[in-house]
């Protein structure tokens, strides 16, 4: 796969990313490369083992373990959110999203556990620019690299939402609220339940919430790409900036459900290819494969679509390329509704997830393919994710 790895070198050369690992399973068939370095000071290289802060990707992760509690009927789809957190039966929502953020009104009806799945419950996130996403800044919502959990989502959950539950699809913190509920139904932490139900299963043994120091070494460096001085630098600490969120190494009680697991490239993997069978490679049963199916089925109707994830600073110009345009959303996944508006390229039904730090995967089933990238930085170069993504779809046919 020299030929990837020759597509991707010019991201390093031009100093926009640091160095780039990747991973593409085939039919059993695995073809993988890595090249550039996992810290630009100290010039060490990516190796085979590199950790990574995968940011959103946790989000699939929690959406799996979630489900797993569907089908053993301990939750349901339907159940409103305050049948587990009574703290939000006093919720308000904006009267206008464009409006004051104590101008509010009743709901009209209660957020429920799909609504949660499908960013539709009327959440926001601390990076989107509306009220809503002001105020969690305001009020440091998921700043924290100490509070647990449980104090994030009691916070949440005196600020209103953004708009009336299932009017909007919104990028949100909804995941996190749905990791509590998962929490309180197992009456566990869910660095337990996900290392029980998920990790353990499956052999994922660098993928965690917590790094202990003799992991250290392994851990990429942080980056961000400098849009205005066109460099790598360390993460840029301004209002609603992405990088702004807790993301430590080495605390035990440290949980989220929108962010926060490391994981290296084999790990991940490991979990991508799950979402083919459901089951692990021994053929231990994870989720049933219906149930996988359902999840990675798009759930928005015509009015929510297209989606779109307008973060502060987002800049249309005639550069800008709404990357979800041909997308749907099912449970936790996006779902490839139209090819032809993702260049020609993909099969409907791709499904999958990225990170904040440009990592990214997909699955592919009709191909019996899943695919990995990992890297390390915010607001990096979204064509490298096209550029991987064109290539196995042209190599891979």
Do not use: C
Not at 135 to 140: D, P, T
Not at 156 to 178: C, E, F, G, M, N
Not at 247 to 256: F, G, M, Q, S, V
Not at 351 to 357: D, K, L, R, T, V
């Amino acid at each position: 796969m020299d030929k990837l790895n020759k597509i991707l070198l010019p991201y390093i050369e031009q100093e926009q990313y640091p160095g780039i690992q990747w991973q593409i399973n085939v039919n059993d068939e695995i073809y993988a490369g890595k090249l550039g370095y996992k810290n630009l000071e100290t010039k060490d290289k990516i190796s085979d083992d590199t950790i990574y802060r995968i940011w959103s990707m946790t989000k699939p992760v929690i959406a799996i373990a979630t489900m797993q509690l569907v089908e053993r009927n301990k939750i349901q789809l339907d159940d409103p959110i305050t049948k587990y957190l009574p703290e939000y039966s006093n919720l308000k929502v904006l009267k206008n999203p464009d409006g004051d953020i104590t101008d509010v009104e009743e709901l009209k009806i209660v957020p429920t556990v799909k609504h949660l799945f499908l960013h539709t419950a009327g959440f926001s996130y601390n990076f989107l620019a509306d009220p809503v996403g002001m105020e969690y800044e305001r009020m440091g919502i998921f700043k924290s690299t100490s509070s647990s959990l449980e104090e994030e989502i009691q916070m949440l959950a005196k600020i209103p939402l953004l708009h009336q539950p299932s009017t909007q699809w919104r990028y949100s913190v909804s995941i996190d609220v749905l990791a509590r509920i998962l929490e309180i139904v197992e009456n566990s932490s869910l660095r337990d339940i996900l290392k029980n139900k998920i990790f353990l299963p499956l052999r994922m043994h660098d993928t965690d919430f917590f790094i202990s120091e003799q992991k250290d070494s392994r851990v990429m460096q942080s980056y961000e790409f400098d849009v205005v001085h066109h460099k790598l630098r360390e993460h840029i600490q301004d209002p609603q900036k992405i990088g702004n969120y807790g993301y430590p190494l080495h605390n035990k009680n440290y949980a989220r459900g929108g962010h926060g697991l490391f994981s290296t490239l084999y790990d991940y993997s490991l979990f991508a290819d799950m979402l083919l069978s459901g089951k692990t490679k021994d053929r231990k049963l994870i989720i049933a494969k219906e149930t996988i199916e359902y999840m990675t089925s798009n759930f928005l109707t015509s009015s929510f679509l297209p989606i779109e994830i307008i973060s502060v600073g987002t800049i249309k110009d005639e550069n800008y390329v709404n990357d979800l345009e041909a997308y749907g959303w099912g449970l936790g996944f996006r779902t490839l509704l139209d090819p032809v508006k993702n260049n020609n390229f993909g099969i409907k039904g791709e499904f999958g997830w990225a990170g904040a730090a440009s990592t990214y995967f997909l699955v592919d089933d009709h191909k019996k393919m899943s695919a990995i990238l990992m890297t390390q930085v915010v607001n990096g170069d979204p064509n490298l994710k096209k550029d991987f993504y064109k290539f196995i779809y042209t190599h891979f046919n």
